[in-house]
């Protein structure tokens, strides 16, 4: 496809699409957004999002859909059973990962749960390039054990390898030889790594992993979520796709799995999931969990209208300008703010931006949440919800001592077709300011901890008065801006 460049020096990527329908945003002032952060004890979850600028929390359920999507919402069929509607999805799906059987599902967790009932058991291991939170969670509690194997590459935080999100093949091959293949529950490969910052396995390396599976009689089960990010730097980072479409990449990526399943809050623009298989055997081991937990066969969970809008947008994904346009924007993003000195996970991924915390505010220890304060601090300075992504996301030890995160990030979001270039430029703008104003930041210490998901519900307070100070400089700056 051709890029569309411009006559002057400048590297802007340009929405292939229009805007029809909008929603109204409102930016409270500075004074204000310390109000609400304060009254939502410092934790960007328990923000309303009428007090919010840019929600940049996440990409879950939050893509703009497109004209044809809303259109084919109109036209679902409602039945319990054998609906016309899911009959169009299983084809799509069919057609593009070329596999014969499908199993609906309330959204990707729910996919994960059935996967973990069926295949995991206790001394079960499931090697992954890399876990996501709900993934985990499922297996560990089949009492199955999680090995991460992404390449050394994947948890350095600054890098131009083009993919991070690349399985070691020689520690693949090491362990199922430990264990043994018949310990080995599957083998699962995550595309656009969320955890490590959306960042993408080559289909080279997914052929290798596949080989390995073969070789060893292992299943290989692909989380497709954030397939639509791995495909675009499939096309434009490695050579020999090239000259292939999205669609060719795509059935090849399906072509070495034998199981693909997504949250449908992310691939295809709409909300549900599913999981897709090739072997009979497989599909029968899982279809009597669907009726079980999500609903009969013909929706799993789903309503018909979800159903519709993700049958379009999963042909939609297909299009190279559709899926170019978030990690162009976050590219445009990372470009800038590295240009203005802001730590961030490199080289720029898909799903969002991923500041890095550590670096951005290092005075700040890690036992005062570095992650929570940058995030809180951010919200006063701009409005902009972001998430945290560090020590406050994990778990206190048994004996009540915290758990230093590897990475401390704030995590922001780019949900699909849905911020403008400028309200990029005004993210940037704000970081940098904030950047400059970096000394100003202080650390959060909790007001009140729930034992589990703490960082959901947990309510914090600044551990100085550094947040009125923040204020005060940005009128000093910033003059009556809001
Ligand atoms: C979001 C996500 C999931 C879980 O999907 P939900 O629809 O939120 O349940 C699983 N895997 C990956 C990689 C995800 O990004």
Redesign the pocket.
Known sequence: MATVKFYGNETVPLEMHKVRIVQKLCLPPVERRLEKITEAGNNTFLLKNADVFLDMLTD??VNAMSDQQQAAMMVADDSYAGSATYTRLENKLRDLFGMHYFLPAH????C?HILAKAFVSPGKVVPMNYH?T??KAHITLQGGAVEELVTDAGLEVVSVNPFKGNMDIGKLRALIKARGADNIAFVRM?????LIGGQPFSLQNLADVSNVCKENGVLLVL?A??LADNLYFNKVREEHCKALSIREITRRTADLCDVIYF????LGCARG?GICIRDQGIYQRMRPLVPLFEGFLTYGGMSVREMEALTVGLEETMDEEMINQGPQFIAYMVDQLQERGVPLITPAGGLGCHIDAKRFVDHIPQAQYPAGALASALYIASGIRGMERGTLSEQREPDGSEIFANMELVRLAMPRRVFTLSQVKYAVDRLAWLYDNRRLIGGLSFIEEPEVLRFFYGLLKPVSDWQDKLVAKFREDLGDSL
């Open positions: 879950s359920g959204q990707g967790r729910a994960e996501f709900t993934t995550e595309s656009g790594t969320n989380d979520s954030l949250s449908a809050r992310k999931g």
